[in-house]
């Protein structure tokens, strides 16, 4: 099982980027799908998630109405469009087959096991004038 997370790249403040997550050897229908970012000297952190079960999007506040999650079934492909990007979103993006962030909602986390948690290595978004 392997996920291939790209898409990263350099851009400045209020540019565009799409990531893309893409399975091979699972079916990413089938999981509810995290994007989580890590910036320098900064903790991990889930910004994004795609229930499979209520079918809905969950954003953290830091990037609600700049970014969206989709995904295309044909291509087994997740993908993070990011509008209006900040300084501040500069980081090691990543996706996982889990989901865990802070909504306005609440805490939203969601979890397979260890056997079933599969993670990216990471692209990475800089953003810079």
């Known amino acids: 099982v392997q996920l291939v997370d790209s898409g990263g790249g350099l851009v400045q403040p209020g540019g565009s980027l799409r990531l893309s997550c893409t399975a091979s050897?699972?079916?990413?229908?089938?999981?509810?799908i995290g994007w989580f970012r890590q910036a320098p000297g900064k903790e991990r952190e889930g910004v994004s998630c795609?229930?499979?079960?209520?079918?809905?999007?969950y954003y953290t506040d830091s990037v609600r109405g700049r970014f969206t999650i989709s995904r295309d079934h044909a291509k087994n492909t997740v993908y993070l469009q990011l509008n209006s990007l900040k300084a501040e979103d500069t980081a090691v993006y990543y996706c996982a087959t889990q989901c865990s962030l802070h909504t306005a909602l609440g805490y939203r986390s969601i979890y397979y096991g260890r056997d079933l948690d599969y993670w990216g290595k990471g692209t990475l978004v800089t953003v810079s004038s």
């Open positions: 050897g699972i079916i990413l229908l089938n999981y509810s």
């Open positions: 795609f229930d499979v079960k209520d079918g809905n999007t």
